[in-house]
């Protein structure tokens, strides 16, 4: 009977001690978000879902529909700076984009592909 006693009470302090290393852990993160966010001012481009990223036309495929940007980091998508293919939504954007152009874009995902949504030559 003791053996009984001492498996049930150890199967308690085990239970005891995971439910305290859960509740701890889950406090550590809850801590450590909400000191991230201490403080933190979203920038423009994340703060204004309408925000645009400046870049340099590389590439026009009228072909594949697609224009290269070589582009500052586009948060919206948590996408650093780099130089890639987009499709864009208007195809009449082809005809008016030049190679060397500065440009302000906004890119989204539109049915599962990086797509172009807005662009103006920058200012």
């Given at each position: 009977m003791t053996r009984f006693f001492s498996l049930i009470s150890a199967i308690f302090v085990t239970a005891g001690l995971t439910l305290?290393?859960?509740?701890a852990s889950a406090r550590m993160q809850v801590q450590m978000h909400d000191h991230d966010q201490h403080g933190a001012m979203a920038s423009p481009s994340q703060a204004d879902p309408d925000a645009l990223t400046e870049g340099a036309i590389q590439k026009v495929d009228k072909d594949t529909g697609k224009l290269t940007i070589k582009h500052g980091p586009l948060?919206?998508?948590?996408m650093p700076a780099m130089t890639m293919a987009f499709k864009v939504q208007d195809p009449a954007?082809?005809?008016?984009?030049?190679v060397g152009e500065q440009v302000r874009f906004r890119v989204e995902r539109v049915n599962g592909s990086l797509t172009i949504t807005k662009l103006e030559a920058s200012k």
């Open positions: 305290a290393a859960t509740d948060n919206n998508l948590d954007v082809l005809d008016q984009a030049k």
